[in-house]
């Protein structure tokens, strides 16, 4: 049995994630901390936690805990992990992994020091929707693959950003920058997911519409191994409209078309139009936990390492450049 502690219950261990601790088989949620104790004791209370406090140390001091569940906003991650870490304890931790590049090898340097494991919640790599892209990908059904499009435009309060939170995703000091850094890790870790390793990388980002010195536009380019160039583009200052969340993969014999915050892929080839749908879980991050227990439990490889968080936070802060 895992039993878990979290730092940090705020909202996207709500639904999101939260609830599947205690769901999943031989896991338990044992303990939760947010510096407001009184939301603290008042999450423990709803969702049957038997124990809360409003310091996280405290947390990392009780007995029968095994694994920490790090969902603070970025600009404590490195703190959180790298004192779970040293006292021995596995993590799992919210992504963006950390505030930049720099911060994400302290927590890589922190693990390899320590007895504990260290994975990053890059939580749609274990939806259903995105292993049939991996096994499209891998069966070769669109042929070679020549090139990836990928567009997120959204207004300036993005309907994707959960209700109520959005103030700290536009303030860098918490969250490394604006909504391309809260938003863009689950499409760039998917990327990096599907082909490998980057042979090369460059972007840049503006601020387009406002002079508040958080970026609204971010585009940029990566190549992969067999000569895949991916092309992405996060606009959050577009008209209500004009909305769009498309990744579409062009191979040599057809496409692969789906929304990173979507439910359904569209595959065209030589035979027409295929259409699968599908349904994620009540608690999205319930696959990816399952496979973090069974990690911890040494059942499964890590299913995803600080190294490739690394990479994406390399890949990330080349294209948050400011330019203008």
């Known amino acids: 049995m895992i039993n878990w502690g979290i730092i940090g219950c705020g909202d996207v261990t709500e639904r999101k994630s939260g609830p599947a601790f205690n769901k999943v088989n031989g896991s338990k949620l044992l303990a939760v901390a947010r510096r407001d104790a009184e939301k603290a004791a008042d999450y423990a ?26 969902a ?15 006292k021995g304890f596995s993590v799992y931790v919210e992504k963006p992994v950390a505030l930049n590049t720099a911060e994400a090898l302290k927590m890589a340097e922190a693990a390899q020091a320590s007895a504990g494991k260290l994975v990053v919640a890059h939580y749609r790599r274990r939806l259903p929707l995105f292993l049939k892209v991996k096994e499209l990908l891998e069966q070769k059904v669109i042929g070679e693959i020549r090139t990836v499009q990928m567009r997120l435009w959204q207004s300036i309060k993005p309907a994707l950003v959960t209700t109520g939170a959005a103030n700290w995703r536009t303030n860098p000091a918490i969250s490394g920058g604006g909504y391309f850094h809260d938003l863009a890790p689950h499409q760039l870790d998917l990327m990096l997911y599907f082909f490998g390793e980057p042979v090369h990388y460059d972007g840049f980002s503006q601020c387009q519409a406002g002079d508040d010195g958080v970026a609204d536009q971010t585009s940029g ?21 004009d909305t769009i969340d ?3 993969i062009i191979g040599s014999a057809g496409s692969i078309r789906f929304a990173v915050f979507g439910q359904r892929i569209v595959v065209k080839d030589g035979n027409g139009e295929q259409v699968f749908e599908f349904e994620h879980p009540e608690h999205v991050q319930q696959p990816m936990i399952a496979s973090v227990v069974g990690f911890f439990n040494g059942q499964e490889e890590n299913p995803c390492t600080i190294e490739e968080a690394v990479e994406l936070m390399k890949i990330m802060d080349k294209f948050a450049r400011l330019t203008v």
Do not use: Q
């Not at 209370?45 to 790090?70: C, F, N, P, Q, T």
């Not at 603070?72 to 040293?86: D, I």
């Open 72 to 86: 603070t906003p970025p600009s404590s991650h490195l703190e959180y992990v790298c004192a779970a870490l040293e």
């Open 246 to 248: 498309e990744c579409e």
């Open 221 to 241: 380019t990566i190549l992969f191994a067999d000569k895949i160039v991916f092309n992405g583009s996060w606009c959050f200052n577009v008209a209500d409209t």
């Open 45 to 70: 209370r709803r969702h049957g936690v038997e124990r809360w406090s409003g310091d996280a140390y405290a947390l990392l001091e009780m007995k029968d805990i095994d694994a920490i569940y790090v």
